[in-house]
Nanobody, 123 residues
Framework: QVQLVESGGGLVQAGGSLRLSCASS????????MGWLRQAPGKEREFVAG????????VYADSVKGRFTISRDNAKNTVYLQMNSLKPEDTAVYYC????????????????WGQGTQVTVSS
């Protein structure tokens, strides 16, 4: 079992930056692939970025490539999402999620979720 707690969300103007953090409890964080997913009002939850357990490989949704960076610090049991050049369409609740094995864009394949953090980008 792993518990995840996101932080770092807030209100930012278009073009600005935010860094989200997701802290994990337990001693097995380094065994999990991690993902960031988001859900905008009235829309389905969508994959944003993923990182394998060792951190050596990452994957991004096309909509955020070149603007967002996922990273992890296994010594701190934390995964990050650096978001630059934010756009109003990035407004959503952002969730971190964990799973054994490799990353996946399918939210149904993540058994562990945080509570989410709101990101609002004003135009």
């Amino acid at each position: 079992q792993v518990q995840l707690v996101e932080s770092g969300g807030g209100l930012v103007q278009a073009g600005g930056s935010l860094r989200l953090s997701c802290a994990s409890s337990g001693r097995t964080f380094s065994s999990y692939a991690m993902g960031w997913l988001r859900q905008a009002p009235g829309k389905e939850r969508e994959f944003v970025a993923g990182i394998i357990k060792g951190g050596g490989s990452t994957v991004y949704a096309d909509s955020v490539k070149g603007r967002f960076t996922i990273s992890r610090d296994n010594a701190k049991n934390t995964v990050y999402l650096q978001m630059n050049s934010l756009k109003p369409e990035d407004t959503a609740v952002y969730y971190c999620a964990a799973r054994w094995g490799s990353t996946t864009p399918r939210d149904s394949e993540y058994p562990y979720w945080g509570q989410g953090t709101q990101v609002t980008v004003s135009s």
